[in-house]
Antibody, heavy 116, light 111 residues
Framework: QVTLKESGPGILQPSQTLSLTCSFS??????????VSWIRQTSGKGLEWLAH???????RYNPSLKSRLTISKDTSSNQVFLKITSVDTADIATYYC????????WGQGTTLTVSS | DIVLTQSPASLAVSLGQRATISCRAS??????????MHWYQQKPGQPPKLLIK???NLVSGVPARFSGSGSGTDFTLNIHPVEEEDTATYYC?????????FGGGTKLEIK
């Protein structure tokens, strides 16, 4: 049974760095072809793909946010991480981690509020 | 970026009838035989759920009343016959190139 679960700080002040963790089970990120993406959803921009990390540590980023994003993984602990630097109100969203490039499994999401 | 335009933005379909949702890409998202287009259903308070992958492949466990078709730039999601539980917002998404993008969504209401 595949499950994914996101965790994050919930609230940040503008200019802080957002650190998100995706803890998953039911598959391995050491399996050839496997990958995990981060996606966010806002009421204004809808669903936005952020980044993807592959089993071989290859990484892909959304060019519109690439300078602010860092995706990484810890295969042994079944976790994927995403950092977003310099957050502001435009980053207020629900953040999801998902599996594969067609997103066949999703976590329940973690919400971020940005407020001073 | 490839822009995915969904139409209509909302629709109301009578119980048991057909719902048809279109997704048009700003450029081709596949080959002549293989479309890198996927369809999702999202209900309030829940994450999206994958229904169709690669244009026409029904995901295991998804009812057979859902079907997908299309290639190149034009793709369609059909639901027939619609049931009450199909009330949701539907999204298309491509995985042809980086960045992956989503359509703006189609809100389906069952009359």
């Amino acid at each position: 049974q595949v499950t994914l679960k996101e965790s994050g700080p919930g609230i940040l002040q503008p200019s802080q760095t957002l650190s998100l963790t995706c803890s998953f089970s039911g598959f391995s990120l050491s399996t050839s072809g496997m990958g995990v993406s981060w996606i966010r959803q806002t009421s204004g921009k809808g669903l936005e793909w952020l980044a993807h990390i592959y089993w071989d540590n290859d990484k892909r980023y959304n060019p519109s946010l690439k300078s602010r994003l860092t995706i990484s993984k810890d295969t042994s602990s079944n976790q994927v991480f995403l950092k977003i630097t310099s957050v502001d109100t435009a980053d207020i969203a629900t953040y999801y981690c998902t599996r594969r490039e067609y997103f066949d499994y999703w976590g329940q999401g973690t919400t971020l509020t940005v407020s001073s | 970026d490839i822009v995915l335009t969904q139409s209509p933005a909302s629709l109301a379909v009578s119980l048991g009838q057909r719902a048809t949702i279109s997704c048009r890409a700003s450029q081709s998202v596949g080959t002549s035989n293989y479309g890198y287009m996927h369809w999702y259903q999202q209900k309030p308070g829940q994450p999206p759920k994958l229904l169709i992958k690669y244009a026409s492949n029904l995901v295991s466990g998804v009812p057979a009343r859902f079907s997908g078709s299309g290639s190149g730039t034009d793709f369609t999601l059909n639901i027939h016959p619609v049931e009450e539980e199909d009330t949701a917002t539907y999204y298309c998404q491509h995985s042809w190139e980086i960045p992956y993008t989503f359509g703006g969504g189609t809100k389906l209401e069952i009359k």
